[in-house]
């Protein structure tokens, strides 16, 4: 584990600081503020596609891998979105701290990525939304209090025109990770969360529109978007949502009315701060961002018992809230409670944006449902209630390939790994309850991969192989498994295992249950290079049956196996007859849900062979 150098906060000089990433976030926002701030000393400036200079005496590096850990005492990282995570794990896991525009992350998975990397490079994930450090926001927060007990809260921010980089990755969802939802509606969740006291969201309802992303006259020209010189250049359609609308209720009763938009019919952007208490209610209209096309200035008005008075409020110049941000970052860096704190905050609000994009592809599948229908399950509660049940017609095109996962999916080893997670905890960590729970959030991943993760020894791995072969015998297969096996191979599939278990664990659990056979290839975990949610696992298992991905399709019940299946292209269905999370499952949008295992074989008829 490294430690932070002196000679940032914690010594007494300057924050030594490396910007990663010269987009419109990180020339406009970032790197002038940070050259012009005494608190910091830009020591380097990372970003493939630019050609230097880029600041006198500033060094220009094409890859993180040429920034020394002891060089720097903070890495500021503004590229492009898909990039975010990626980029702060690899550097916390350096042992450099980083700062992190939003989004934070694209996925949970990608969370507890960070949370990982952060505790084993004992550096500080430090990010969230410059909207927080408005001063009309602090004084929202402070009539916030006079509310009473909050019951709901609008939060809208709706530009006019404002379409960021048409045509560039923001409006490419594999780059963006989505539209305004992501872009915008992540600083409105981030504004609203301190009003909820960080309650849990329980339901979800969400609805996204595309009208006007494709449209010239949207675009957001005082962006002046122009790629770095170098870069590649992108022009394609847009695929991503102009406007969210979304509705959240949370554990304590509190609903929030969502909405982003990127572009609409009005004539100028406006921000809508509105919190309604048992007590009176506080409105903050003001324009967020760096749009020119303001509403004016910020207008705060506090009601009560009928009577509306318009509370004074600073008007700060545009982009003042980044400066204020840059002023608290020394501190944040040398607090050690800050560790844990930002990836702690980015889950809960990139599970939000999962599930309200998760309702919305439910609704858009439920007007088009040419193939599939849908229904209530009975162990979802609230308004994400809307699951697929099994698709009543096959894939197009046909497939003739079917992996699997093993555990939760083929067979029912949870009531085995949980005995056999608390020996290996008891002799290794000692007295207290095993935190199985948590470990069965994970499955689908590696176990030292979980542990890390966890924060718990390696060594665990050890005894709990060790009583996993033991009590291999107690491992049922699922009601209906085997006969859907023996269905699918009549029918001329080709079957095979991707798992997170090491491969001569699964082989020997399959061979003892009688149907080794059935599977032309069982990989484990152990077996490539990069386990579940890379997509390694399945491309490894494309590989050695000579199948292409659109033949193929992964079943599995946790989300780094939908994720792993999409990253090598292949179509992800998500099993649900096991002890998995449900709620994730489905928040992460699987193509197809099977209830159970003959619900798979609606989706594969006989391969017609040419």
């Known amino acids: ?36 701030h ?131 990755w923001f409006t490419q969802a594999q780059l963006s990770g989505g539209g305004a939802l992501v872009d915008l509606g992540w600083h409105l969740l981030d504004t609203v969360a301190p009003l909820l006291d960080s309650t849990e969201v329980e339901q979800v ?86 749009s020119p096309n303001r509403h004016g200035g910020s207008v705060l008005t506090h009601t009560r018992d009928g009577e509306s008075t318009e509370v004074p409020v600073a008007q700060d110049p545009i982009g003042a809230e980044y400066d204020r941000q840059l002023d608290a970052l020394p501190a944040e860096l040398a607090d050690p409670d800050s560790r844990g704190r930002a990836v702690a905050e980015a889950r809960r609000t990139i599970g939000v944006i999962e599930r309200l994009y998760a309702s919305a592809r439910g609704r858009a599948a439920q007007r088009h449902a040419t193939t599939r229908e849908y229904d209530m399950d009975p162990r979802i509660t609230g308004l994400t209630q809307d699951a697929p049940a099994a698709t009543t017609a096959p894939f197009a095109p046909p497939k003739s390939v079917v992996v699997f996962d093993l555990d939760g999916v083929i067979v029912d080893s949870t009531e085995v790994m949980r005995k056999a997670f608390s020996i290996a905890y008891a002799e290794v960590v000692g007295d207290g309850p095993a935190p199985f729970e948590e470990y069965n959030r994970h499955l689908g991943r590696y176990f030292p991969d979980i542990m890390r993760i966890m924060d718990l020894p390696l060594e665990m791995e050890e005894p709990f192989v060790r009583e996993s072969y033991r009590m291999a015998h107690l491992v049922p297969m699922f009601d209906g498994v085997p006969e859907m096996l023996h269905t699918l191979r009549e029918r001329g599939f080709r079957l095979a295992v ?18 080794l056979d059935l599977f032309e290839h069982v990989i484990g975990s152990d077996e490539i290079a990069r386990p579940k949610p890379a997509p390694d696992i399945v491309l490894h298992a494309l590989d050695l049956l000579g199948a292409e991905a659109h033949s193929a399709v992964m079943v599995g019940d946790a989300v780094t196996d939908l994720a792993s299946a999409r ?38 008829p006989a391969v017609v062979v040419d």
């Open 1 to 36: 584990m490294s430690k932070r150098p002196t000679s940032g906060p914690t010594g007494g000089g300057p924050v030594r600081t490396v910007v990663v990433g010269l987009g419109w976030a990180g020339r406009s926002i970032w790197l002038p503020r940070l050259l012009g």
């Open 38 to 168: 005494p608190s910091f000393e830009v020591t380097a400036v990372v970003d493939p596609a630019v050609e230097g200079p880029v600041h006198q005496g500033v060094p220009l590096y094409a890859d993180i891998v040429e920034i020394a850990p002891d060089s720097v005492d903070l890495a500021v990282v503004a590229v492009p979105n898909h990039l975010h995570a990626e980029i702060a794990e690899r550097l916390l896991a350096k042992g450099i701290s980083v700062f992190v525009e939003k989004p934070v992350c694209l996925t949970s998975d990608e969370a507890d990525r960070l949370a990982a990397a952060e505790r084993e490079g004992g550096a500080v994930l430090l990010a969230g939304s410059a909207a927080r450090f408005r001063a009309d926001i602090g004084a929202l927060f402070e009539q916030a209090r006079s509310v009473g007990r909050i019951r709901h809260i609008d939060a809208s921010w709706v530009r006019a025109r404002g379409v960021p980089d048409a045509g560039g």
């Open 205 to 290: 309802a969400g609805m996204v529109s595309s009208d006007f992303v494709n449209s010239g006259s949207a675009r957001a020209r005082w962006r002046n978007d122009e790629a770095p010189v170098g870069a590649p250049a992108l022009a394609a359609a847009a695929d991503v949502e102009d406007t969210v609308r979304g509705f959240l209720v949370t554990e304590d009763g509190v609903s929030v009315s969502l909405r982003a938009s990127w572009a609409s019919h009005e004539p100028r952007d406006v921000t809508l701060i509105h919190v309604e208490g048992s007590a009176g209610t506080t409105t903050l209209r003001c324009t967020f961002g760096f």
């Open 498 to 515: 991707a798992t997170g278990k090491s491969g001569p664990r699964a082989r020997s659990l399959l061979e003892q249950l009688g149907v």
């Open 567 to 604: 990253g090598a292209d292949v179509t992800a269905i998500a099993a649900l007859w096991g002890e998995g999370d449900t709620a994730a499952l489905l928040a992460a949008g699987p193509d197809a849900v099977l209830r159970e295992p003959g619900d798979l074989l609606a989706l594969c």
